[in-house]
């Protein structure tokens, strides 16, 4: 089941316009933003989504060239960039796997020359890469093309936490004062930027870690609980992230913490919705699907158009 609930102070892209906090600037860090460069997105979000709805959308970005540069796997993040500039008129090429690259066959091409020859032949280049910090390397060797940081080690992934974020406007029409849960592996890349755009909204945000998987240094924005069952009915957000770490053959199963549906029914109140960036194990159940609580469906759809919204503002392109 899909949920959204209409948010009553939809703003038009046309009010909202001030300073473009995007326009010709690398996305790296969530620390970039402000509350006002996100209503900003969110709001080109919106018009995304219903221009493609219409089956219509603008092509502001025709001759616009994304280079895909996945040093790692990747599913959402890949496609759904890739799928964003096809829609606004660009074109795409890249990699998904750095195999097929110089820097992954007998010659070692170092990373750092394969970066200087993206930012030639590209327009923006979105990139995934197991250094934490490497794309902010790649900003500062490229020659002209933007990059979007597309997960970094264990750093950041800006992108997925601006696409959470929207998500959370677009059910609760709003984001001020939202009391939110983080579970599982706090030690991600994508809890880590979720935290950063939540606090310039006065959100209070509890943290349950599965064993083993507490941050080394506690966030100062995280209050650290450790029973799920009686936090459940005090939030309105549950955030599960991804349990993908790598398990050895014949070791106990590591579920993490368990989201499933007789947890939720029993114990979460009856607004909460469930956040999950994708892709789950068996740390959000199946059973969840077809509930009230799940949000995370709405959360993989908004990708797109909020990646359209991005890669329009950074190019300052005309919205007709």
């Known amino acids: 089941m899909t949920r959204a609930r209409t948010a009553e102070h939809r703003i038009p892209v046309q009010e909202t316009r001030g300073t473009n906090g995007f326009a010709g600037r690398h996305v790296l860090s969530m620390s970039q933003y402000g509350a006002g460069d996100l209503r900003l997105l969110f709001a080109a979000a919106e018009d995304m989504r219903a221009r493609v709805a219409r089956g219509r959308p603008d092509r502001p970005l025709g001759g616009r060239l994304l280079m895909s540069a996945f040093f790692e796997r990747s599913t959402r993040t890949r ?109 991600m890349r994508c809890a880590h930027s979720l935290l950063a755009g939540l606090r310039h909204f006065g959100c209070t945000v509890y943290g349950v870690a599965a064993p083993g998987k507490a941050p080394e240094q506690s966030a100062a924005e995280l209050v650290p609980r450790d029973n799920l069952p009686d936090l459940l009915p005090e939030v309105d957000v549950i955030y599960s992230s991804p349990t993908i770490t790598p398990q050895e053959p014949g070791s106990p199963r590591d579920d993490g913490v368990l989201l499933n549906r007789r947890l939720l029914d029993a114990h979460a109140n009856e607004h909460a919705v469930v956040l999950h960036p994708l892709p789950r194990r068996h740390e959000l159940a199946t059973d969840v699907d077809d509930t009230r609580f799940n949000g995370y469906w709405l959360q993989a759809a908004n990708a797109v158009p909020l990646r359209m919204a991005l890669l329009s503002l950074m190019f300052d392109a005309a919205i007709g």
């Open 79 to 187: 496609l759904s960039h890739e799928a964003a500039m096809l829609r606004l008129g660009g074109v795409v090429s890249g990699f998904a796997d750095p195999s097929v690259t110089r820097a992954g066959g007998a010659t070692g091409e170092s990373d750092d020359d394969v970066a200087r020859m993206l930012s030639l032949y590209a327009d923006v280049v979105v990139v995934r890469h197991p250094v934490t910090g490497w794309p902010a390397r790649m900003a500062r060797l490229g020659h002209g093309a933007l990059v979007i940081n597309g997960g970094d080690g264990v750093g950041e992934h800006p992108t997925q936490a601006l696409v959470d974020l929207y998500t959370l406007w677009q059910v609760f029409g709003h984001l001020n004062g939202l009391r939110v849960l983080v579970t599982n592996d706090l030690r």
